[in-house]
Every structure is written in structure tokens, then in C-alpha cells.
């Protein structure tokens, strides 16, 4: 119950400390979002020392280099550190999602935000107008008649595309919305646009700057396309859902014998995951989770084992 109030808009109410507050706002970016996963490593580790110490300081503190920490405070300042100022305030915006996905008859049910439509009609008056008129007038009333009903015909077309991109994604993500990211499966754009029967192009229009309400919180649509990595027996796996295995593995490690990269193949393969070191490590790298080496000094200077 308490995830499902910190998901509820603006995302991060009901958290309970800051580090958590601002942890939530991080997951609903797109995975991949530049320095995500530092951003996210230095308010685990740093978060004291953010408001005090340059960027230059933190790189020599965490280990990473100076452009990447800069982009990772960048990432962060976009972060809303008390979201709950924001009601009762007319000058803030904040997110509103397009799209509602919940629960329904043991399957999934997609909904239109109807309130961002909007509400168009037309004039009954002009349009009565335009058969007592004769003329000029006549043909110039009748041309914006039809750019009137082209722009309401658009509008309906938008809608049934945006409609349509999301539930051949929840149809194909319900992995996700049952278990979280572990559950993420492959998907590219261009799969969705062969299924919409519509233009890849269309489907990228579709889902940029659009975000889908789910019970797991509110992502852009574009975090539900992820490309695929090859397994052993011939079903490939998401690379948003790898990703979140490798940090489970690193989480459960024993803390004064931190995993190598080669460590995480080796656990990784017994999933039947085939990948080369190279690709964990840069994964790794994308998660923000520095080598095992400084995980294990990391783990020394809190006073840890080891």
C-alpha cells in the first residue's frame, strides 16, 4: 500500500526519508536516461555531501570520472526533493499521465486520460451560417468548416493510435506489470508499429513525452521498449530485465567478497544468459555500481567485513 501512495502524483509523496523521495522520481525515468544509474549511486552514497562538494570532489570520493558525476548532478537537480509543495499551488505543473493501465477481469485494461483531450466541437451557429450565405463568403465559411473537422478528425486519429500503441505494449509487457522490471520483456518500437499497422516513425511520436499510470508508478512509454539478449535455450530476454537481475545479484553479495564482472557472467550463465564480460561491465557501469574493487573498499570504510 505504501508503494502504491509514493507512485500516486506527484511521484514521491509518502516517502520516507529524502534518499527514498528522490530514488522513486529516479526509477520512473527512461532506463536509459544518461548517468541514471549514478545519479542513483550518489544519493545512495553521497547524498550529505551533495549540496557541499563540487563535482570535482565527489569524482575523487566515488571513484568516477568528473564529466560523468557532472551529468549525474545534472540528472538529479531535475529531481523534486519535496513533492508535496506542489499542491495547492497554481503555478507548478507536474506530471499527468496519458494513460491509465490497471487490473480487470484477470487481465489488463488500458484507459485514455480524457481530461488532456482538448474539447473541441463545432459551432452549430457557424455551421447554420454557411447555408444562408452566398458567394465568397459561402466558399470561405465552408474551407474553415472542413480545416475544423480535419483538426477534430486528427485529434480522434491521435487517440485511437496512442490507445492502440499502449495496449499492444501492456499486451506484451504484462511480465513487467506482474513482477516489475525482471519481467521486462524485448520490445522494439518498430514491432509495435508493425502490430498498430502504422509507421515506426508514428509509434515514436506516439509514445515521446507520453507516460502510462501503472500499479508499479508512472513511466514514459518509451521505458517499455528494450532491446534483446540472447539465452542459451533461444528466448531472448530483455536487457531492462538483465539489468535488474545483475543488481539483485550485487544487493545479495557478501559485502568483503564483492562479485567481479567476470563473477557476474559466471552467475549470469547459470540463468542461461549469454553475455560477454565487456557487456556486464558496461550494464554495471549504466546502473551507476562501481567495480568490485571499490564496492569492496566502499564496504571498508562503512566499517564492514573485510
Known amino acids: ?20 523521495c528522490l530514488a522513486i522520481q529516479l526509477r520512473t525515468l527512461p532506463s536509459e ?48 526533493p519535496r513533492p508535496g509543495l506542489r499542491f495547492g499551488r497554481d503555478d507548478e505543473n507536474y506530471l499527468v499521465p496519458d494513460v491509465y493501465v490497471f487490473p480487470a477481469d484477470g487481465g489488463w485494461q488500458v484507459r485514455l486520460n480524457r481530461d488532456n483531450d482538448p ?3 463545432l459551432n452549430d451557429e457557424y455551421v447554420k451560417l ?46 513487467f506489470l506482474e513482477h516489475g522490471d525482471v519481467g521486462m520483456q524485448p520490445l522494439l518500437q518498430k514491432e509495435v508499429a508493425e502490430r498498430v499497422e502504422v509507421h515506426e516513425s508514428t509509434v515514436s ?9 501503472t500499479p508499479r508508478g508512472t513511466f514514459e512509454l518509451k521505458y517499455f521498449f528494450s532491446v534483446a539478449i540472447p539465452t542459451r535455450d533461444g528466448r531472448p530476454v530483455s536487457a531492462t530485465a538483465v539489468k535488474a537481475r545483475l543488481e539483485r545479484l550485487i544487493a545479495e553479495e557478501a559485502p568483503d567478497r564483492p562479485l567481479s ?8 550463465a547459470e540463468d542461461g544468459l549469454m553475455l560477454a564480460r565487456r557487456t556486464v561491465a558496461k550494464y554495471r557501469e549504466q546502473l551507476g555500481i562501481p567495480n568490485s574493487a571499490r564496492r569492496r573498499r566502499e564496504a571498508r570504510r562503512r566499517g564492514g567485513p573485510g
Open 119 to 121: 474539447r473541441l466541437r
Open 1 to 20: 500500500m505504501l508503494e502504491r501512495v509514493q507512485h500516486f502524483e506527484p511521484v514521491g509523496v509518502g516517502a520516507r526519508d529524502l534518499k527514498e
Open 205 to 213: 511520436r506516439a509514445t515521446t513525452g507520453k507516460y502510462m499510470h
Open 33 to 80: 536516461t544518461p548517468h541514471r544509474g549514478l545519479a542513483q549511486h550518489l544519493i545512495d552514497h553521497c547524498l550529505d555531501d551533495l549540496g557541499d562538494i563540487d563535482a570535482a570532489g565527489l569524482a575523487r570520493r566515488s571513484g568516477f570520472e568528473v564529466e560523468d558525476v557532472e551529468g549525474a548532478l545534472a540528472v538529479i537537480r531535475r529531481l523534486d
Open 261 to 268: 564482472d567476470q563473477a557476474l557472467v559466471d552467475r549470469l
Open 130 to 175: 454557411i447555408k444562408k450565405t452566398l458567394g465568397d463568403d459561402k466558399s470561405y465559411l465552408k474551407d474553415r468548416l472542413k480545416e475544423a473537422q480535419w483538426l477534430i478528425s486528427s485529434l480522434e486519429l491521435r487517440n485511437h493510435t496512442l490507445r492502440s500503441v499502449a495496449e499492444t505494449i501492456v499486451a506484451h509487457q504484462e511480465g
